[in-house]
């Protein structure tokens, strides 16, 4: 019995192999493609304030609570 287990586990083992794969490289896309928006993103934001050379941004009443809405501590 213990035997015909090992065997099973095993057989499963290698079985699950091509998802394991299937799914590490679908990860390492998904972060690829994330950090790409990342740095998109950073470089927009670093643009965006060189243009406003130190003003401050005017932000009405719903852009303030959309925003504070989105922060993680919101």
């Given amino acids: 019995m213990e035997l015909e287990k090992a065997r ?3 057989r499963m083992t290698a079985d699950s192999l091509p998802l394991r794969l299937l799914l ?3 990860a390492g896309w998904v972060n690829r493609r994330q950090q790409h928006v ?4 950073v470089e927009e934001n670093r643009a965006l304030r060189e243009q406003l050379r130190g003003r401050r ?3 009405s009443d719903d852009q303030r609570r959309l925003s504070f809405a989105k922060t993680p501590s919101g």
């Fill in 38 to 41: 990342i740095d998109y993103l």
């Fill in 24 to 26: 590490a490289t679908l």
């Fill in 8 to 10: 099973y586990d095993r």
């Fill in 57 to 59: 941004v005017r932000l």
